[in-house]
């Protein structure tokens, strides 16, 4: 009898060791994969050299471990034995709160004061964005900040005890209370959330997730719109929706650092109520050209169409680095651009953060109206686009819908677009 078992273990630690060996080089089996960012290790070339001094066996079982069989599952399991027994996670700065909320790191620690840079440095700073707000209106510009929530001041009940502690002067008290003094329009939902948090019947912040909740984007969209449109006085589309009836799973984007957590069971939350919307029909709306520079705060709002349909193709500025929505068509840097010119040709500006980002805040804003003229193009280059435009049905017709919509000449718009073509391709 003892033989038998110990016949029947060795055959199961054999059949355990196979079938990933199967699973590796078959995947005969689709397995979901894991959620969240990580180095990717590649199989290496095999070389003598790299055999003898033992380089290329370190970088085969680095990329064994990360490709070998069912390696997913086995790693769902893993955190879900460690969480559930231990309350442990394996995602980098994730904090597992009171009734399993789950933070970032970053955001408690904006919360408690912990990244605080200085009430002087933050007034200086509001006093050159307002500077620079001045330039920008005499060029028919407008400034508008937004100080996007954060989960630590919405959700302090559920810090864990042991990281609660004195809270120092904040980033966000003192740079709200600054724009407040200032002549700075800014519209601040730290505020206006943590007054609607008893009294809204619609999830505000999700218990899993990252950013504000997609429930409460459509309140986002109408007051950044209703706020453009007193600062530009445009008659812009405005966003209407209506709530489906609650689930009692997240969508996605609200349930971010769960996916994280890569567990096998999903957490508890309360009902979500997520809406559909679309936006107003009609020829008698206008459009008013913006530029957003902002954190990942703002990919909710823009993933939306709002750029599209209220913003002429608004372009978003990521952290001040990547453009888009060139980014999702070529490469496309704000440090390759003419930030002046760019700036100054749009009805509105807008900066925003959330609270853990704004000790970098306002990016690289500060430096946006200095000197940074490209070099010339050269004229016969200009000229020859401008031709090619023409003979392009769809392009051309483009360029005289733009004319129209900026009240300028076809042949200024031709112009004008043919130099921002060949500066995108000559990036």
Not at 158 to 186: G, H, L, V, W
Not at 281 to 299: L, M, P, V, Y
Not at 321 to 336: M, T
Not at 391 to 402: A, I, P
């Amino acid at each position: 009898m003892e033989k038998t078992l110990k016949k029947i273990l060795l055959i199961l630690i054999i059949i355990g060791l196979i079938i990933p060996l199967i699973q590796y080089k078959t995947n005969i089996v689709i397995v979901k994969g894991l959620h969240g960012s990580y180095e990717k290790s590649t199989l290496p070339k095999f070389s003598i050299n790299d055999w003898f001094d033992n380089t290329f066996q370190n970088q085969f079982d680095s990329y064994f471990n990360q490709n070998f069989g069912f390696r997913a599952p086995f790693v769902r399991l893993h955190n879900q034995l460690d969480y559930s027994l231990f309350g442990k996670v394996h995602a980098n700065s994730v904090i597992v709160g009171k009734n399993q909320y789950l933070y970032e790191r970053n955001y408690i620690k904006s919360y408690l004061g912990d990244d605080f840079i200085g009430e002087s440095v933050i007034l200086q700073k509001v006093k050159t964005i307002d500077s620079i707000r001045k330039v920008l209106k005499k060029n028919h510009t407008e400034l508008l900040v937004i100080l996007a929530p954060g989960k630590g001041f919405f959700y302090p009940e559920f810090i864990p005890d042991s990281m609660i502690k004195t809270r120092t002067q904040t980033n966000y008290q003192t740079y709200s209370n600054a724009f407040s003094r200032s002549e700075i329009p800014y519209i601040d939902f730290n505020n206006l959330f943590l007054k609607m948090k008893d009294t809204s019947s619609i999830v505000i912040y999700p218990k899993t997730g990252i950013h504000w909740s997609q429930g409460i984007i459509p309140f986002v969209m109408d007051s950044i719109i209703n706020k453009a449109e007193v600062l530009t006085s445009k008659n812009l589309r405005n966003v209407k929706w209506e709530y489906q009836n609650p689930v009692s799973k997240a969508d996605k984007q609200d349930s971010d650092i769960e996916k994280g957590l890569n567990l096998i069971f999903p957490l508890d939350i309360p009902q979500m109520s997520y809406p559909k919307f679309h936006f107003e029909r009609g020829n008698d709306f206008e459009k008013a050209k913006i530029i957003s520079i902002a954190d990942s705060f703002w990919w909710q709002i823009f993933n939306t169409g709002i750029s599209k349909h209220v913003f002429e193709d608004g372009e978003f500025w990521y952290y001040y680095k990547q453009i888009y929505p060139d980014q999702l068509r070529n490469e496309s840097k704000v440090a390759d651009i003419n930030t002046r010119k760019e700036l100054i040709s749009s009805d509105i500006v807008i900066l925003m953060a959330t609270d853990a980002n704004l000790y970098k805040f306002p990016y690289g804003f500060l430096k946006s109206l200095e000197n940074n003229e490209p070099e010339k193009i050269d004229p016969e280059k200009i000229r020859n686009l401008m031709n090619y435009i023409k003979t392009n049905e769809k392009w051309y017709n483009q360029v005289h819908e733009k004319a129209k919509t900026k009240g300028i000449s076809v042949d200024s718009m031709l112009y004008l677009d043919a130099i921002y073509s060949i500066k995108k391709s000559d990036k």
